[in-house]
């Protein structure tokens, strides 16, 4: 608790009009992973009657023309992600905190924790999956701990690089937006 305390004082207080738009924002996004969600797992239900009563296993050949279920929850992820994101940048919308709502530059501070989170978020995600994955298959005596572990490495390099990219980017074209939207009400 005294960690999202202390988060909540870095980021300042919110701002209501700001937080209103961007929960219309999330909402979309819920409904967008909710109805991919189920259309996947009802596309998965279909593919195991279809094959169990057709009697052709799907990791077969056979299969091998089948549009797999992952691709799919891929898809929805992706898109409950990203078309939030895009809207908001488009209204402008950096944060919903003070702080951030009219920053004129890119806080270089934020960019570089949320990237340092994100990273070691993926870095650790990976080792653990990987170890826990090759315990199922492999055993715990087989496990290659050392290469899961610069497998996560790797993991949290690109992972930081990519969200100090992307959330800088984020910042920059948002801000742009919102001076974009200003000057044309000024007119």
């Not at 960019?111 to 315990?135: D, K, Q």
Request: glycine share 6%; with cysteine.
């Amino acid at each position: 608790m005294n960690l999202i305390k202390k988060w909540n004082e870095y980021m300042g207080p919110k701002d209501e009009r700001l937080e209103k738009e961007s929960n219309r924002y999330m909402r979309i996004s819920y409904y967008i992973l909710l109805v991919g969600t189920v259309l996947c797992a009802y596309y998965a239900i279909m593919l195991e009657q279809v094959s169990n009563t057709t009697d052709t296993p799907i990791f077969t050949a056979v299969g091998q023309s089948v549009v797999p279920v992952q691709a799919g929850l891929i898809v929805v992820i992706l898109l409950s992600c990203f078309i939030p994101l895009a809207m908001e940048i488009r209204a402008g919308i950096l944060s919903e905190h003070s702080r951030y709502a009219s920053v004129d530059h890119i806080p270089w501070d934020l960019v570089s924790l949320l990237a340092l989170f994100c990273g070691l978020g993926l870095g650790v995600l990976t080792t653990l999956m990987r170890v826990l994955a090759e315990v199922q298959i492999v055993g715990v005596g087989n496990v290659t701990w050392l290469g899961d572990i610069a497998m996560g490495v790797v993991y949290f390099g690109m992972a930081f690089v990519l969200a100090f990219i992307l959330t800088a980017a984020t910042f920059r074209d948002a801000i742009k937006r919102r001076q974009q939207l200003d000057s044309e009400l000024e007119y």
